[in-house]
């Protein structure tokens, strides 16, 4: 929600506390040919640590009153 309000161009400011620490706002125009590999390189955001395409696993099936760590343990095998 706040991502989309930020690319309509709103400035979405983050607080904790009161105090505000981060803010989300449009990339403007002036932004546009930024990549990923240019943010990695001027150190602002991490390398992904996973390497080639994400493949999703396929979905889990819940069922009302379905324990959550038995869920969980056939997520993980």
């Known amino acids: 929600m706040f991502m989309r309000r930020a690319q309509m161009g709103e400035r979405v400011v983050i607080t904790i506390d009161g105090s505000p620490v981060a803010q989300l706002s449009s990339m403007g125009s ?31 099936t819940l069922y009302s009153g379905a324990r959550i760590d038995r869920a969980l343990s056939q997520i993980r095998t």
């Open 30 to 60: 002036d932004n546009a040919g930024i990549t990923v590999a240019d943010l990695i390189a001027r150190g602002v955001v991490l390398p992904p640590r996973r390497r080639g395409d994400f493949i999703p696993s396929d979905p889990l």
